[in-house]
């Protein structure tokens, strides 16, 4: 079992910048890959950007460029760097594990952000 917690959420303004952290109950250098998904109401989760162990990452389009991924193998912990935040990025953001390709899925509770003027 791997549990998660997401913390970092807010009320931002566009433009502003956030950084999500993720604090996994195991050691993460035992989990392949670790991720961002985020879901508005109504809509389907969807990826934002995953990091496999060694560091290649993974990004949706919407968030190239804007948004970096890390994770801190001493830690235990994933991260999402969030820049030149827009209106559309308001969502519950979730961090996801994969402790091995195409395995079991673990889920955080998922943390707000609010990208409002």
């Known amino acids: 079992q791997v549990q998660l917690v997401e913390s970092g959420g807010g009320l931002v303004q566009p433009g502003g910048s956030l950084r999500l952290s993720c604090a996994a109950s195991?050691?993460?250098?035992?989990?392949?890959?670790m991720g961002w998904y985020r879901q508005e109401p109504g809509k389907q989760r969807e990826l934002v950007a995953t990091i496999i162990r060694g560091g290649s990452t993974n990004y949706a389009d919407s968030v190239k460029g804007r948004f970096t991924i890390s994770r801190d193998d001493a830690d235990n912990t994933a991260s999402l760097q969030m820049n030149s935040l827009k209106f559309e990025d308001t969502a519950v953001y979730y961090c996801?594990?994969?402790?091995?390709?195409?395995?079991?899925?673990?889920w955080g509770q998922g943390t707000q952000v609010t990208v409002s003027s």
């Open positions: 195991v050691s993460i250098s035992s989990i392949y890959t």
């Open positions: 996801n594990a994969r402790k091995i390709p195409g395995g079991k899925n673990y």
